[in-house]
Antibody
Framework: VQLVQSGAEVKKPGASVKVSCEASGYTFTSYYMHWVRQAPGQGLEWMGIIKPSGGGTNYAQKFQGRVTMTRDTSTSTVYMELSSLRSEDTAVYYC????????????WGQGSLVTVSS | DIQLTQSPSFLSASVGDRVTITCRAS??????LAWYQQKPGKAPKLLIY???TLQSGVPSRFSGSGSGTEFTLTISSLQPEDFATYYCQQLNSYPLTFGGGTKVEIK
C-alpha cells in the first residue's frame, strides 16, 4: 500500500489549494480515505472523509463550506481542495486510509505542506 | 465533539524505563481508541487500535488498555527509536478527534 501526495504549495490569502493523494497497492474503491492536517508544531486535526466508491463525504463542521473532497477512480486518486485560505491554514495536509474495521487509520501519505502567505 | 485529553504533554525518560501515557475522553467512546507514534517530519504511524490491539509489526513492548473514558498506552522498556510524539484518537463518533500529543524525550 502506498499513498503518494502532491508537492508543497505556497498560496496567497483568499486563494484555494488542491492537494492530491494517489493510492496504489490495494483496491482503491474498497477503503474510505480521511484527510488530516497539522499546523507547524501543533497536533493533528481531522478534516473529513471520502468514500472512493461513491464519492460520498463527511466534513468536519469547522471546514464546512470551504473544503471539497473528490476522487478519480480512473487514477485511484483522492483530492482535497480548501478555499478562502488564511494564514491559519498553513499546515501539512495528510491523506490517511481508513482501516477495514473503521477503527483506525492504517496507511498515511507523506504529507503536503501548504503555506499561506502574502 | 468528543475531547481527548492526554497526559502528560511532555515526559523525559531514559532507555529501559517503563512509560505510561494517559488519554481521557470527555464522554464514553467504548473501545474505539487508537494510538499513533509520530517522529519529526514524518506521518503518524499506527501502534494500537480498539484500545488494546497491537498493529501488525509493532513491537510487543507497546501495549494499550482501557475502555469508556480512560485509556493508557504503555511502553514496557523504552528504546532509542521510541523517542517521538504519541497521539490518541477516538473513532467512536464524528468528528473524529485527536489528543493533544505526548512528546517523549531522552533524559
Amino acid at each position: 500500500v502506498q499513498l503518494v501526495q502532491s508537492g508543497a504549495e505556497v498560496k496567497k490569502p483568499g486563494a484555494s489549494v488542491k492537494v492530491s493523494c494517489e493510492a496504489s497497492g490495494y483496491t482503491f474503491t474498497s477503503y474510505y480515505m480521511h484527510w488530516v492536517r497539522q499546523a507547524p508544531g501543533q497536533g493533528l486535526e481531522w478534516m473529513g472523509i471520502i468514500k472512493p466508491s461513491g464519492g460520498g463525504t463527511n466534513y468536519a463542521q469547522k471546514f464546512q463550506g470551504r473544503v471539497t473532497m473528490t476522487r478519480d477512480t480512473s487514477t485511484s486518486t483522492v483530492y482535497m481542495e480548501l478555499s478562502s485560505l488564511r494564514s491559519e491554514d498553513t499546515a501539512v495536509y495528510y491523506c490517511a486510509r481508513r482501516g477495514s474495521s473503521a477503527s483506525f487509520f492504517d496507511f498515511w501519505g507523506q504529507g503536503s505542506l501548504v503555506t499561506v502567505s502574502s | 465533539d468528543i475531547q481527548l485529553t492526554q497526559s502528560p504533554s511532555f515526559l523525559s525518560a531514559s532507555v529501559g524505563d517503563r512509560v505510561t501515557i494517559t488519554c481521557r475522553a470527555s464522554q464514553g467512546i467504548s473501545n474505539y481508541l487508537a494510538w499513533y507514534q509520530q517522529k519529526p517530519g514524518k506521518a503518524p504511524k499506527l501502534l494500537i487500535y480498539v484500545a488494546s490491539t497491537l498493529q501488525s509489526g509493532v513491537p510487543s513492548r507497546f501495549s494499550g488498555s482501557g475502555s469508556g473514558t480512560e485509556f493508557t498506552l504503555t511502553i514496557s522498556s523504552l528504546q532509542p527509536e521510541d523517542f517521538a510524539t504519541y497521539y490518541c484518537q477516538q473513532l467512536n463518533s464524528y468528528p473524529l478527534t485527536f489528543g493533544g500529543g505526548t512528546k517523549v524525550e531522552i533524559k
